[in-house]
């Protein structure tokens, strides 16, 4: 199904990103229309990606989503981290998960 969306994006010439951000806006404003209730997005990456995730949420924010996702305010990738994720997880009501290539993996391979 996503290698589908990925042909179809690049003959449209739009990236993955600009797909799932406005797939996850048209979602929020069902959501909305139906309960009033502002979605919550956990989004998930890589700590070597946070400053690049953490403009991603901004422009998620401002789209009347709510980012539960901390991990983007934190100084240190560390082990306590791990359970305010699982707790950020919880309270989200859809997860996306950013994959990662050798780039943005960079000393971990």
């Given at each position: 199904?996503?290698?589908?969306v990925?042909?179809?994006?690049?003959e449209?010439?739009?990236?993955?990103?600009?797909?799932?951000?406005?797939?996850?806006?048209?979602?929020?404003?069902?959501?909305?229309?139906?309960?009033?209730?502002?979605m919550?997005?956990?989004?998930?990456?890589?700590?070597?990606?946070?400053?690049?995730?953490a403009?991603?949420?901004?422009?998620?924010?401002s789209?009347r989503?709510?980012?539960?996702?901390?991990?983007?305010?934190?100084?240190?990738e560390?082990?306590?981290?791990a359970?305010m994720?699982?707790e950020?997880?919880?309270?989200?009501?859809?997860?996306?998960?950013?994959?990662?290539?050798?780039?943005?993996?960079?000393?971990?391979?």
């Amino acid at each position: 199904m996503l290698w589908y969306v990925s042909a179809v994006a690049s003959e449209l010439d739009l990236t993955l990103d600009t797909v799932a951000y406005e797939n996850l806006h048209k979602l929020s404003l069902r959501q909305a229309a139906k309960t009033n209730h502002r979605m919550k997005v956990y989004l998930a990456a890589a700590f070597s990606r946070q400053e690049e995730i953490a403009q991603i949420a901004v422009r998620l924010a401002s789209q009347r989503l709510e980012i539960t996702s901390r991990w983007l305010q934190v100084k240190k990738e560390r082990l306590e981290n791990a359970f305010m994720d699982v707790e950020d997880v919880r309270r989200a009501d859809v997860l996306v998960r950013f994959t990662d290539t050798r780039e943005t993996l960079k000393g971990f391979i």
